[in-house]
């Protein structure tokens, strides 16, 4: 199981102004600096006078010859900053952790040298640029800029999705920061390979602040648990000629851009391939490419792929995972611990569930990516049997030797139509089922530890007395 949440793309328009367009006066050279900061982020700047501040600087100094500006981009990520005036400029960033950009401008036909740092720090991206007119600026002051993360307690394997109240993708962010803020060490997120081809807005706004305080994971769905999704470029399936190649190159760059602990791809592919021997053998040529190519730009992202693991073993099909998995450095295995039609009434199933995962594989590196427990009367559970679990969840966490143990989620889905409909491109019928749909739905949004505006269930309170 797997609520794809599908967000539209985000976007944000923004324009770096200098705030210098006086033609080039006698060269005043900085006698001395002067030291900002706002508890997180630092930096010195050059104690010459005050010129126009704009848009999104908040600090600008001019000496008649050189300008330093000091801009601040809210909630925007660095490297979608770093795309943009890469294409305005025509040059790119490089140095230390690809932070620096020498560029040239001439604003009001006076030309201009600039350099340009790049810092991403709680949760917003700085730029950092000085610019002279007739000669080279002296740069090495942006060196001095420095970033402090926040002091907090993370609970070792402790993991979530943050899965925003209301389904609204302006809450992802605050979802991150409060997860990171109550222990979590591993957050996770799930894409569509059709919604980032040929545009990384999306994963830009996820990818670096899900990184930024802690450990991330990513999977991108070759397989939507019992379902193909809609891919790109026409392909219709895994095993289409060119699939292996487009996908493995489009994951390489994935992990290049973003650099995460974990990548996974997926979702539950055990789901479809069971049904599906035949694509067994091409499944597993698209991870041996894959993970190849991955490693290749990144050698410490780990890589895996998804299956089951309360289905596997109803279906009998654990053997999929073991043909998998020598293309792998780890499996990663959902384990819900419902029966039949989503029934949640067996605390201690659920826990069996999770310690059976690292035995279908023996000796294999795996995770759990997702776990959780309903809430929901009419699945015949409460808050109150969440909270158990929780506590249950908790212990297993201390004995794992599974490399994290996420939860899904942080938030409940406000309507889960659209996911449970995801699932069933196949079977049309059901959608108009009542007798499916709505426990499936109930299903879908009832996991996570909180509802779906943001206000805790008794699992919530169980998570903050262990983090």
């Not at 985000?10 to 770096?16: I, V």
């Not at 604003?107 to 600039?114: E, K, M, Q, S, Y």
């Not at 996908?247 to 994935?254: G, K, L, P, R």
């Given at each position: 199981?797997r609520?794809?949440?599908?967000?539209?793309a985000?976007?944000?328009?923004?324009?770096?102004v200098?705030?210098?367009?006086?033609?080039?006066?006698?060269h005043?050279?900085?006698?001395?600096y002067?030291?900002?900061?706002d508890?997180y982020?630092?930096?010195?700047?050059p104690?010459?006078?005050?010129?126009e501040?704009?848009?999104?600087?908040?600090?600008?100094?001019?000496?008649?010859t050189?300008?330093?500006?000091?801009?601040?981009?809210?909630?925007?990520?660095?490297?979608m900053?770093?795309?943009?005036?890469?294409?305005?400029f025509?040059?790119?960033?490089?140095?230390?952790?690809?932070?620096?950009?020498?560029f040239?401008?001439s604003?009001?036909?006076?030309?201009?040298?600039?350099k340009t740092?790049?810092v991403?720090?709680?949760?917003d991206?700085?730029?950092?640029?000085?610019?002279c007119?007739?000669?080279?600026?002296e740069?090495s002051?942006?060196?001095s800029?420095?970033?402090?993360?926040?002091?907090?307690?993370?609970?070792?394997?402790?993991?979530?999705?943050?899965?925003p109240?209301?389904?609204?993708p302006?809450?992802?962010l605050?979802?991150?920061?409060?997860?990171?803020?109550?222990?979590?060490?591993?957050l996770d997120?799930?894409f569509g390979?059709?919604?980032?081809?040929?545009?990384?807005?999306?994963?830009d706004?996820?990818?670096e602040?899900?990184?930024?305080?802690?450990?991330?994971?990513?999977?991108v769905e070759?397989?939507?648990?019992?379902?193909l999704?809609e891919?790109?470029?026409?392909?219709e399936?895994?095993?289409?000629?060119?699939f292996?190649?487009d996908?493995?190159?489009?994951?390489?760059?994935?992990v290049a851009?973003?650099?995460?602990?974990?990548?996974?791809?997926?979702?539950?592919?055990?789901?479809?391939?069971?049904?599906?021997?035949e694509?067994?053998?091409?499944?597993?040529?698209?991870l041996r490419m894959?993970?190849?190519?991955?490693?290749?730009?990144?050698?410490?992202?780990?890589?895996?792929?998804?299956?089951?693991?309360?289905d596997?073993?109803?279906?009998?099909?654990?053997d999929?995972?073991?043909?998998?998995?020598p293309?792998?450095?780890?499996?990663?295995?959902?384990?819900h611990?419902?029966?039949?039609?989503?029934?949640?009434?067996?605390?201690?199933?659920?826990?069996a569930?999770?310690e059976g995962a690292?035995?279908?594989?023996?000796?294999k590196?795996?995770?759990?990516i997702?776990?959780g427990?309903s809430?929901?009367?009419l699945?015949?559970?409460?808050?109150e049997?969440q909270?158990?679990?929780a506590?249950e969840?908790?212990?297993?966490?201390?004995?794992?030797?599974?490399?994290?143990?996420?939860?899904w989620g942080?938030?409940?889905?406000k309507?889960?139509?659209?996911g449970?409909?995801?699932?069933?491109t196949?079977?049309?019928?059901?959608m108009k089922d009542g007798?499916?749909?709505?426990?499936?739905?109930?299903?879908?949004?009832s996991?996570?530890?909180?509802?779906?505006?943001?206000?805790?269930?008794?699992a919530?309170?169980v998570?903050?007395e262990n983090?």
């Open positions: 199981m609520a794809f949440l599908v967000f539209p985000l976007f944000l328009a923004f324009l770096l200098f705030g210098c367009s006086q033609k080039p006066q006698q005043a050279a900085a006698q001395a002067s030291n900002y900061s508890s982020l630092s930096f010195q700047y104690d010459w006078p005050d010129a501040k704009k848009d999104q600087n908040f600090l600008v100094k001019n000496n008649g050189c300008v330093f500006a000091a801009a601040r981009y809210p909630s925007v990520p660095s490297r900053l770093k795309d943009r005036l890469e294409l305005e025509g040059s790119s960033f490089g140095g230390n952790n690809g932070e620096y950009l020498n040239t401008m604003p009001g036909g006076t030309h201009f040298d600039a740092r790049i991403y720090c709680n949760y991206a700085y730029s950092l640029t000085i610019a007119a007739g000669e080279t600026p740069a002051i942006l060196s800029a420095s970033c402090v993360k926040r002091n907090l307690t993370i609970v070792p394997k402790l993991a979530i999705i943050p899965t109240t209301n389904d609204n302006s809450g992802i605050p979802a991150i920061r409060e997860a990171r803020e109550n222990g979590v060490d591993v997120w799930y390979w059709k919604g980032l081809d040929g545009n990384w807005s999306t994963s706004y996820v990818m602040p899900l990184s930024y305080e802690g450990r991330s994971a990513a999977m070759a397989i939507h648990t019992n379902v999704p891919y790109p470029r026409g392909y399936s895994f095993d289409d000629l060119g292996a190649e996908f493995s190159d489009f994951s390489a760059a994935f851009r973003y650099k995460p602990d974990y990548f996974f791809v997926g979702s539950e592919v055990d789901d479809y391939l069971y049904k599906n021997r694509k067994i053998p091409a499944f597993k040529e698209l894959t993970r190849e190519k991955v490693k290749a730009v990144n050698p410490s992202t780990k890589f895996g792929f998804t299956v089951t693991y309360h596997a073993i109803s279906n009998n099909a654990t999929i995972a073991q043909t998998l998995a293309e792998a450095d780890l499996v990663a295995y959902t384990s611990g419902y029966r039949g039609m989503f029934v949640y009434d067996n605390v201690s199933r659920g826990v569930y999770l690292r035995d279908v594989v023996p000796g590196p795996y995770a759990i997702e776990t427990w809430s929901s009367t699945l015949n559970s409460s808050e049997k909270a158990e679990f506590r969840y908790f212990r297993f966490i201390n004995s794992t030797d599974a490399e994290f143990v996420k939860w942080l938030n409940d889905g309507d889960c139509t659209e449970a409909e995801s699932f069933l196949d079977n049309p019928e059901l007798s499916f749909m709505v426990p499936f739905k109930e299903y879908l949004c996991l996570a530890l909180k509802r779906s505006d943001g206000t805790p269930k008794l919530w309170r998570w903050q983090t």
